[in-house]
């Protein structure tokens, strides 16, 4: 809750600070979770294969300028997060992959120089529903299972940098760029196993995303 609260106040003094029309920036992401690392993957010797930990981000962010070349950026993503991995011997143990949704709140600083975009920043994630995992047997059978999220008070802290290049293009500007995402904290389930439930770390996301957005200033 106090970090919470850290960040509103953040994003309102931004806004009290803004000088110039805010500019609404629509974007998408995709992008594969290199980075990525589960709770018992040196002890099992995991291997991630690629195409198994594809994430996916997109939504919208207001950007206000607070002068010269900086600007303070909050956004709000929906997240499609897959996490998937192999044992050495994928021909006994299972290919499993895990699909983790939820809704990112950034608060980005921005640089902006000549054509160039550059931002960095905390979100703050808050898991949609629960986590579900399609497990690919050795018998070339296939089982699901769904586990809760766990993460008092359900919230997920981490950090985003990247960058961009601009293009005028109609009313407003096209950028391309790139994200790196990474979680400061696991992603916790709990799992129910009979009468038991049982609650672990499960995985901290890492991705690389490529980036493309366009953008617009809101002259009222």
């Given at each position: 809750?106090?970090?919470s609260?850290?960040?509103i ?5 931004g ?22 690392t589960f ?23 207001l950007n206000f ?26 021909n ?8 983790y949704?939820?809704?990112?709140i950034?608060?980005?600083l921005?640089?902006r ?6 931002l ?6 808050f ?6 995992t399609t ?11 769904t586990?809760?999220?766990?993460n008092?008070p359900?919230?997920?802290?981490g950090?985003t940098?990247g960058?961009?290049y ?12 790139v994200?790196y ?6 992603i916790k389930?709990t799992t129910?196993?009979?009468?038991i ?5 499960y995985?901290?996301?890492r991705?690389l ?6 953008k ?5």
């Amino acid at each position: 809750m106090k970090k919470s609260l850290a960040l509103i106040a953040v994003l309102a003094a931004g806004i009290t600070l803004a000088s110039a029309a805010p500019v609404l920036s629509l974007h998408g992401s995709v992008g594969e979770g290199w980075g990525t690392t589960f709770a018992n993957e040196t002890a099992n010797n995991y291997v991630k294969p690629f195409g198994n930990n594809l994430d996916f981000n997109f939504g919208v962010g207001l950007n206000f300028s607070i002068g010269g070349y900086f600007g303070i950026q909050p956004e709000v993503n929906v997240a499609i997060n897959n996490a998937g991995y192999q044992t050495s011997d994928s021909n006994a143990y299972p290919n499993v992959v895990s699909n983790y949704v939820s809704i990112d709140i950034p608060l980005l600083l921005t640089i902006r120089y000549n054509k160039f975009n550059f931002l960095v920043g905390p979100y703050v994630s808050f898991p949609l529903g629960e986590m579900k995992t399609t497990y690919n047997l050795s018998d070339s059978s296939v089982t699901e299972g769904t586990s809760a999220i766990s993460n008092a008070p359900f919230t997920v802290w981490g950090l985003t940098v990247g960058g961009g290049y601009e293009e005028r293009l109609g009313i407003g500007r096209l950028v391309f760029g790139v994200r790196y995402s990474l979680d400061f904290t696991p992603i916790k389930t709990t799992t129910t196993v009979g009468p038991i439930n049982v609650t672990g770390e499960y995985f901290t996301r890492r991705a690389l995303y490529i980036d493309i957005s366009y953008k617009f200033a809101l002259d009222f």
